[in-house]
């Protein structure tokens, strides 16, 4: 695993805002349970582009597994006008499920 993590860091140092690397790498750390670093790159991630829709499903997950069920919310509700201005309704539903297990609204639908 940690072979992996250093080919993901080489490629991140050859182009620093691709946007799958940040989520691979990202996603690797939460494999070795470092949620704080996976929560970095998942924060830089989200600051170079806010539009990588992917993002928001798994950083509202990390939240929840943190016990920050309101900014698990936030960041479901964000992913979902996100995912709506792309047409993506495949994520659209993901995050709504996710969102409709920690509150029972209908915001979704707004």
């Known amino acids: ?6 080919q993901l860091q ?6 620093p805002e691709d946007s799958f690397i940040l989520f ?5 750390y939460e494999k070795l ?22 993002l928001y499903y798994h ?4 939240y929840e597994s943190k016990g920050n069920i ?10 979902m006008d996100v995912a709506k201005q ?8 993901e995050l709504a499920g996710a969102k409709l297990n920690l509150v029972d609204d209908d915001e979704y639908d707004e």
Do not use: C, W
């Open 70 to 79: 309101d900014t698990a919310v936030s960041v479901y509700k964000n992913g």
């Open 1 to 6: 695993m940690a072979d992996r993590l250093q």
């Open 86 to 93: 792309q047409g993506d309704q495949h994520a659209l539903s």
């Open 59 to 62: 950083l509202g997950k990390l």
């Open 33 to 54: 349970q470092n949620n704080d670093k996976a929560l970095e790159y998942y924060l830089q991630l989200k600051k170079s582009d806010p539009n990588y829709v992917g």
């Open 10 to 15: 080489d490629f991140l140092e050859a182009s």
């Open 24 to 28: 691979a790498i990202a996603k690797e």
